[in-house]
Nanobody, 121 residues
Framework: VQLQASGGGLVQAGGSLRLSCAASGRTSSIGAIGWFRQTPGQGRIFVAAINWSGGRTYYRNSVKGRFTISRDNAKNTIDLRMNSLKSEDTAIYYC???????????????WGQGTLVTVSS
């Protein structure tokens, strides 16, 4: 599975951005797909995920109510709509997927390139 992320950029606090990720290759093997983010000196942390089949969504607590993940199975794409952005959302965001459906300890086998989101205060 190959993942191609797009979107990101610079936005003021309170603003919105949309990230997109296009999956290709053996997409039929995807169990869940989503986003992680990383700041300097920290590891990648889970942000949001969606089960490829069924569409159930999952979010880290700090983004609940502000971020929305959605999928278009026909196009093999997902979007992450980010609203009410805060300076602490500044990070490199990575699209990621795995063959397993989301679970508490879900992690990803497949990774796309990162895209930088910068929120200015």
């Amino acid at each position: 599975v190959q993942l191609q992320a797009s979107g990101g950029g610079l936005v003021q606090a309170g603003g919105s951005l949309r990230l997109s990720c296009a999956a290709s290759g053996r997409t039929s093997s995807i169990g869940a797909i989503g986003w992680f983010r990383q700041t300097p000196g920290q590891g990648r942390i889970f942000v949001a995920a969606i089960n490829w089949s069924g569409g159930r969504t999952y979010y880290r607590n700090s983004v609940k109510g502000r971020f929305t993940i959605s999928r278009d199975n026909a196009k093999n794409t997902i979007d992450l709509r980010m609203n009410s952005l805060k300076s602490e959302d500044t990070a490199i965001y990575y699209c990621a997927a795995d063959r397993t459906a989301y679970s508490e300890y879900w992690y990803a086998q497949y990774w796309g390139q990162g895209t930088l989101v910068t929120v200015s205060s």
